[in-house]
């Protein structure tokens, strides 16, 4: 069995993409290294994550995660155990919000840091998951 965790936080003021680059870099090189999958959104001002993999090894990380500097306001939608990984390939999945097709985001209803009442958590995650199989491979998944 595996975990599964979905969280919005806010990127602090001024973020650039070198920062977002080094985020990614440890992602891969860390969740290469324990097993752990998943997809990062960067959109408005905002990280939307997806974090799946050993259950002990996605709370460790999770605990680094939100100590993190580089973003505020973290906080955790969605948790479930499950059978199956939605990014079984992906240590971390990169999707800019400039690369998401208008159509998606208005068949979701997106809106800017996703707010917590138009966005429980499973919306949340199908929203992820599109967002990543938009373009790629996994499309035909
Ligand atoms: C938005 C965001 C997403 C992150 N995602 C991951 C991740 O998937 N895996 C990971 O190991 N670190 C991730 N990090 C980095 C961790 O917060 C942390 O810097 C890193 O795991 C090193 O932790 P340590 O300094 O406690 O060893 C992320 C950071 C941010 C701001």
């Not at 602090?12 to 290294?33: K, P, Q």
């Not at 990169?94 to 009442?117: C, D, M, N, T, W």
Request: hydrophobic share 40%; with cysteine.
């Amino acid at each position: 069995m595996f975990k599964r965790i979905a969280y919005v936080s806010r990127a602090v003021e001024g973020l650039g993409d070198a920062s977002i680059y080094d985020i990614i870099r440890t992602a891969h090189n860390r969740n290469g290294a324990s097993g752990l999958t998943g997809a990062l959104l960067v959109m408005d001002g905002h990280f939307i994550q997806v974090l799946e993999g050993d259950g002990y090894r996605v709370r460790e990380c999770f605990r680094a995660i939100q100590a993190d500097r580089r973003h505020t306001d973290v906080d955790l939608r969605h948790e479930e155990v499950t059978r199956s990984l939605l990014f079984p390939d992906e240590w971390m999945v990169l999707r800019h919000g400039s690369e998401i097709p208008a159509e998606l985001k208005v068949a979701f209803g997106y809106q800017p840091g996703l707010p917590r009442g138009q966005f429980p958590g499973a919306h949340l995650v199908g929203f992820v998951l599109a967002c990543c199989r938009h373009g790629t491979a996994l499309q035909t998944a």
